[in-house]
């Protein structure tokens, strides 16, 4: 007597990668699910991410090397260097989460690298806006 086990074929198509709770909870946040992992999308990611800094680069040069110099030179107000830096740091955290979505919908293998270094342009940013926002509050 032969025994007729049914043979189970195994399936070809990889088992679904499970991600981290915390990657699924940077998903969620910003609202970035996987939809284009090719070399294209990276590259695409990368540019926004360069953007993202070179906004940022040009309000540190305009608010502490050009506002500084010509306010004087011009007779301009002080009070005219504040809501620049308020329209350029709102430019730059814009810019910033539009780059950090496009890394994590081509699910860049430097993700979360790229995530710490713009948190950390935020975190700069918002000391330059507490500041600016605080110039105005008090009339300097």
Same mark, same amino acid.
């Given at each position: ?56 680069? &040009?309000? #540190?040069? @305009? ?5 500084? =110099?010509? /306010?004087?030179?011009?007779? !301009? %107000? ?8 308020? &329209?350029? #740091?709102? @430019? ?5 989460? =539009?780059? /950090?979505?496009?890394?994590? !919908? %081509? ?19 918002? =000391? ?6 605080? %110039? ?5």
């Amino acid at each position: 007597m032969s025994s007729s086990t049914p043979v189970i074929a195994e399936s070809p198509v990889a088992p679904a990668r499970r991600e981290p709770a915390i990657d699924r909870f940077m998903r969620k946040l910003l609202r970035a699910e996987v939809r284009d992992k090719s070399v294209s999308s990276q590259r695409v990611a990368h540019r926004g991410f360069q953007v993202s800094l070179v906004v940022s680069g &040009l309000r #540190c040069i @305009i608010m502490y090397l050009l506002i500084p =110099i010509l /306010v004087p030179i011009l007779n !301009i %107000s002080g009070a005219v260097a504040a809501p620049i830096g308020i &329209l350029l #740091c709102a @430019i730059a955290v814009v810019s910033g989460i =539009i780059s /950090v979505r496009r890394f994590w !919908i %081509s699910d860049h293998k430097s993700k979360w690298m790229y995530t710490w270094f713009i948190a950390f342009v935020f975190v700069v940013l918002a =000391i330059g806006l507490f500041f600016d926002i605080n %110039s105005i509050v008090s009339g300097q």
